[in-house]
């Protein structure tokens, strides 16, 4: 479906929400699940489950978020904290006319998804969450964790914490950039084991610095590229990275909500050869106390981050079980 964007059968919205608007795509019909996308993404990245579901029996609706393509994008940094998030997504159910729905996301989208039915658990009834674990809220400030995680490096998180500077490696050149990081984070072109870790950066360099080079993997092609390049190309990165640079107010906003789980119907799918998969084995072992509702985990062999472009078959099969199995 790389037409997606064009396709007769997909409805392109912009409703009204905190930030000023937001930008949706839909097809289909029936109980609506809201897809959240992730970095550096769009809703394009929901391309291959938007027809699968509508032809299941779903209202299917993949949002750009805050700061994304046609969406509104603030120039507070404050602006992008999660709660605010949390709320254009409740805007966006109201504006479609409906009271509830299924919310699914994706790498920052998954956060973004599992705090929706955590802080609004009348309006969102069920929870996926691909690629990115749910660990509650918890533990030392985030911003101290990750500057840790670096060691003698810089972890990529606290290489974007400062408003610019992240801007100025990729803006010069986004399509390079955004190829590099793809497939540096596909299972297909990912370095080997035992090179650097493409997520950190050496002392004096560039995330890029270590992105695989000349080779797109295969479930990019230049014209799916082409997309993303000209939606980054138009709205710049601030508003993208803007969301990590709010890891911290996150952490004081959500203080109410310290060690708490969620209780809805829940679903889990990770990458095998993806990092968060890894880092975050101890959450997804903790998932009968912080998931209690979890309906399937599911961990992808050979499957790198972008799980539902990577190996979208699977994931519509996976998608179209659970939500099947959820209460009407």
Same mark, same amino acid.
């Given at each position: ?50 027809? =699968?579901?509508? +032809?299941? !029996?779903?209202?299917? %609706?993949?949002?750009?978020? #805050? &700061?994304?393509? /046609?969406? $509104? *994008? ?48 009348? =309006?969102?009834? +069920?929870? !996926?969450?691909?690629? %990115?674990?749910?660990?509650? #809220? &918890?533990?030392? /400030?985030? $911003? *101290? ?62 995330? #890029? ?120």
């Amino acid at each position: 479906m790389s037409q997606a964007a064009e396709s007769a059968e997909v409805t392109h919205r912009l409703v009204s929400s905190a930030a000023g608007r937001i930008h949706l795509v839909e097809q289909g019909s029936g109980p609506l699940v809201l897809l959240v996308h992730g970095f550096p993404e769009s809703w394009y990245s929901w391309r291959h489950q938007l027809p =699968v579901l509508a +032809a299941a !029996g779903y209202r299917a %609706v993949a949002v750009d978020v #805050r &700061g994304y393509g /046609r969406s $509104s *994008k603030p120039a507070d940094v404050a602006a992008y904290r999660m709660l605010e998030l949390v709320e254009d997504n409740v805007a966006v159910v109201h504006a479609l006319g409906e009271r509830t729905a299924v919310i699914v996301g994706h790498d920052w989208g998954a956060p973004i998804a599992a705090n929706s039915a955590l802080v609004r658990p009348e =309006v969102f009834r +069920a929870v !996926g969450l691909l690629s %990115v674990p749910y660990a509650p #809220r &918890g533990g030392p /400030r985030p $911003s *101290k964790i990750f500057a840790r995680m670096g060691g003698d490096e810089e972890f990529y998180i606290s290489y974007f914490q400062t408003p610019g500077r992240a801007e100025a490696e990729i803006e010069p050149d986004v399509r390079g950039w955004l190829a590099g990081i793809y497939a540096a984070l596909s299972a297909d072109t990912m370095p080997p084991t035992d090179a650097p870790n493409p997520l950190s950066v050496s002392p004096g360099g560039t995330l #890029r610095d270590r992105f695989p080079a000349g080779r797109l993997p295969a479930w990019l092609s230049t014209d799916d590229l082409d997309f993303y390049a000209a939606e980054f190309e138009r709205t710049g990165l601030s508003g993208a990275l803007n969301r990590y640079r709010n890891v911290d107010r996150d952490w004081e906003d959500l203080a109410d909500f310290d060690g708490a789980p969620i209780t809805q119907p829940s679903l889990f799918i990770g990458g095998a050869l993806d990092a968060p998969t890894n880092w975050r084995a101890d959450a997804i072992a903790a998932y009968p106390t912080t998931l209690p509702g979890l309906v399937s985990s599911h961990i992808l062999d050979d499957c790198g981050h972008w799980i539902q472009q990577e190996r979208p078959a699977e994931v519509n099969e996976i998608l179209t079980g659970w939500l099947a199995s959820l209460p009407a």
